[in-house]
């Protein structure tokens, strides 16, 4: 016998036989907090800047090599230059005081020697005085004088007659880069010429002037290196050559 099913029944059964399963929320993704660094403030930047710039100062200081104070000499003596004759050399036969017969004066370095002149060499190519660097000889300053000359000769005669009796400064010429001659005349209105060559194998300050019936010609010679490090003294030493009484 069929039954007949109420729709009541037929309701409740297909609700409970269809039921949906409800899934759990799925919690949002983990996300790692971010941390914000603020930017270092205007005095700790002043602050970083100035030790860094200490420190390359310091460093700069330590690694460069400063200059010896004994390389370049801040004072200078008085050289009294007689020009006395090779019979008379040293003094003998007349006055032994440089300072009251001195015919002329340059200044020298402090530190600087003094080199023995000859009378063969006095003699021979008028060599008076010379004075040289300990530490590089071939850096000096000397004086020769010509007796007979009362007055100067035209600037280009007078240098090449020095070279004929100078080998030195011969070849010192023959490869110059440059030679320069300009005239110039002293508080008492004397006249001096001066003369400056440039070249490879160094440099040279020369000043010539007439006076006492001789011509005095006073010498600054110096290698390339030691010119381009001494070249203010070197000039002084030339500046203050002159003749007197």
């Given at each position: 016998m069929a039954s007949i099913l109420h729709p009541s029944s037929l309701l409740s059964s297909t609700s409970s036989s269809s039921t949906t399963t409800t899934k759990p929320p799925v919690p949002p993704p983990f996300s790692r907090p971010q941390s914000t660094l603020s930017p270092p403030s205007k005095p700790l930047l002043t602050k970083l800047t100035t030790t860094l710039t200490a420190t390359a100062i310091a460093t700069t200081i330590l690694t460069t090599s400063l200059p010896c104070l004994a390389d370049s000499p801040t004072s200078f003596n008085i050289y009294y230059?007689?020009?006395?004759?090779?019979?008379?050399?040293?003094?003998?036969?007349?006055?032994?005081?440089?300072?009251?017969?001195?015919?002329?004066?340059?200044?020298?370095?402090?530190?600087?020697?003094?080199?023995?002149?000859?009378?063969?060499?006095?003699?021979?190519?008028?060599?008076?005085?010379?004075?040289?660097?300990?530490?590089?000889?071939?850096?000096?300053?000397?004086?020769?004088?010509?007796?007979?000359?009362?007055?100067?000769?035209?600037k280009d005669i007078i240098l090449n007659n020095l070279a004929l009796s100078d080998v030195n400064l011969q070849?010192?010429?023959?490869?110059?880069?440059?030679?320069?001659?300009?005239?110039?005349?002293?508080?008492?209105?004397q006249l001096y010429y001066d003369y400056e060559i440039d070249g490879v194998l160094g440099h040279s300050l020369i000043s010539v002037t007439c006076a006492n019936n001789k011509l005095y010609a006073h010498f600054v010679n110096a290698p390339a290196p030691e010119w381009k490090r001494d070249e203010g003294i070197l000039r002084h030493v030339h500046q203050s050559f002159k003749t007197v009484g």
């Open positions: 230059g007689t020009a006395a004759s090779a019979a008379n050399y040293g003094g003998y036969g007349g006055n032994s005081d440089k300072k009251a017969s001195a015919e002329y004066i340059y200044d020298v370095p402090d530190g600087w020697k003094e080199r023995l002149v000859s009378k063969v060499e006095k003699g021979t190519n008028g060599t008076d005085s010379e004075f040289y660097n300990p530490k590089k000889k071939t850096e000096k300053e000397y004086l020769t004088y010509l007796a007979g000359f009362r007055q100067l000769a035209p070849d010192l010429i023959a490869n110059a880069d440059g030679v320069t001659s300009e005239e110039r005349k002293d508080e008492n209105g």
